[in-house]
C-alpha cells in the first residue's frame, strides 16, 4: 500500500512507479482510494470511475479544494523513477509523470494524511484523462455528475509551476481562414486565382500583429495570435482554388471566448477571407482579492505570475471559485523524455502548504 505518511519525494516515487496512462487509472486509482481509507480518518471518500474524491467536514468557516489528475502521457523509456544528485541541478527525481504531476498528487495526499487540524475543510479530487480529449476529461465527469464536490472558496490544481504560484490561466480559441481562388493549369497560371498567394494578407496581418499584455490582481497575462498550420494545394501543376491556415488564439481572462472570436474577426476585418471558428476554451481570472485566495499569496510571499496556457483551473473560475495552479516541477519538461523534478520543490512545495492550511 502507498505510504501517505512517507515523505513526499519518496510518495512521488511510487507514484511514478505505478503507470498510468490516460484510459489505464484503474490500478493507481485503486491504490490511492486504499491508502486515503486507511490513512487518512475523519474523510468522507468515494470513487466515480477512475477519480477518487475525498472530503472533510470540520465545519471551518472556508473550503480549499486540491486537485490533481492521476493519469500520463505514454511512458518513454522513462519508468520506473531513479533519483541521480549532480552538480548543476542537485537531487533530482526523473521518470514519467514526476513533473504532469505526480510530484502534486504526491504533497496533497500527504497532506491528506497528515494535517490533523486543518483551518479549511479540504476536499481532495484526484481525476483521470486530463492529457487527453477534453470531453474525457474526469474533472468535467465530475462536474457533471457530482457537482457539489467541487464547491469550495479555493481551488489548487498541482500543475508544475517550478513552485510558483500561477493564477488563473489564459483561453484558447482556434479559427480556419480561408481565401478562396480559382482552378487553373500551372502552364497558364494567369487564368486562375492562387488561393496560397492571397493568404499572404493574412500572414502579413499575423506578422504585423501586436499582442495585448493586461495585469490582473497583480498578474501579466500577454495574448499572442499565431499561425499554427497552413493547408492548401492540389497537385504540382494546379494552381489552388482554395486555402486555409489556422490560427490560435491565447487571450488573457479579462475577454470571454465571444469578444475574443470578435477581435480575431476584426484582425481580418477588410480580407475576403471565411473565418471559421473550431476550437474554443475560456480562460480563468485570477481571483486573488478573495480572502482566502489571498491568504495563500501571503503564505507565499507574493510569488505569484499568470499562468500562461489553459488549465482545468477554467472549469473552477467558470463557477466562480479562485483557481491558482501551484506544483513542482518545470512545466517545460512534462511530457519529456527526461521529465525529472528537483526533489527541493517537492519539499518546498508541501512546506508552503502546510503552513497555509495549519494553524
Known amino acids: 500500500m502507498l505510504d501517505l505518511h512517507s515523505d513526499p519525494i519518496a510518495l512521488t516515487a511510487a507514484l511514478v512507479d505505478i503507470p498510468s496512462e490516460s484510459r489505464h487509472e484503474a490500478l493507481i486509482a485503486d491504490q490511492v482510494e486504499a491508502a486515503l481509507r486507511a490513512q487518512a480518518p475523519g474523510f468522507e471518500i468515494i ?3 477512475d477519480a477518487v474524491l475525498a472530503r472533510t467536514h470540520l465545519g471551518r468557516p472556508n473550503r480549499v479544494l486540491l486537485a490533481g489528475h492521476l493519469d500520463t502521457v505514454p511512458a518513454a523509456g522513462n519508468l520506473p523513477s531513479r533519483r541521480t544528485t549532480t552538480a548543476d541541478e542537485g537531487d533530482v527525481l526523473h521518470g514519467c509523470g514526476t513533473v504532469d504531476m505526480k510530484s502534486g498528487v504526491a504533497v496533497f495526499l500527504h497532506l491528506a494524511a497528515t494535517l490533523t487540524e486543518p483551518v479549511h475543510d479540504l476536499t481532495c479530487v484526484f481525476y483521470d484523462c486530463e492529457e487527453i480529449e477534453a470531453a474525457a476529461n474526469g474533472l468535467g465527469r465530475i462536474e457533471r455528475n457530482l457537482p457539489d464536490w467541487l464547491a469550495a472558496d479555493l481551488a489548487i490544481l498541482g500543475e508544475p509551476t517550478g513552485g510558483y504560484i500561477e493564477a488563473g490561466c489564459q483561453g484558447t480559441l482556434r479559427v480556419v481562414v480561408t481565401a478562396a481562388g480559382t482552378r487553373a493549369h500551372s502552364a497558364r497560371s494567369w487564368l486562375g486565382d492562387n488561393a496560397i498567394h492571397n493568404l499572404g494578407a493574412v500572414l502579413n496581418r499575423l506578422s504585423a500583429y501586436q499582442p495585448r499584455s493586461i495585469d490582473i490582481d497583480g498578474c501579466v497575462y500577454r495574448e499572442g495570435l499565431s499561425a499554427v498550420r497552413i493547408d492548401g494545394g492540389v497537385a504540382g501543376n494546379v494552381i489552388p ?23 480575431v474577426q476584426e484582425v481580418f476585418d477588410g480580407l475576403h477571407v471565411k473565418i471559421e471558428q473550431t476550437d474554443v476554451a ?4 485570477p481571483g486573488l482579492t478573495a480572502p482566502a485566495a489571498a491568504a495563500l499569496v501571503a503564505a507565499a510571499d507574493g510569488q505569484v505570475r499568470a499562468k500562461y496556457g489553459w488549465t482545468d483551473v477554467s472549469r473552477f473560475a467558470a463557477r466562480g471559485i479562485p483557481a491558482v495552479n501551484y506544483g513542482p516541477g518545470d512545466p517545460n519538461l512534462a511530457h519529456t523524455v527526461d521529465e525529472r523534478v528537483p ?16 494553524p
Open 343 to 358: 526533489v527541493q520543490q517537492i519539499s518546498a512545495v508541501a512546506e508552503l502548504l502546510r503552513g497555509f492550511l495549519s
Open 282 to 285: 475560456a480562460g480563468a481570472l
Open 241 to 263: 482554388d482554395a486555402a486555409s491556415v489556422t490560427v490560435n488564439f491565447r487571450f488573457a481572462p479579462d475577454r470571454t471566448p465571444h469578444e475574443a472570436l470578435i477581435h
Open 47 to 49: 470513487r466515480d470511475g
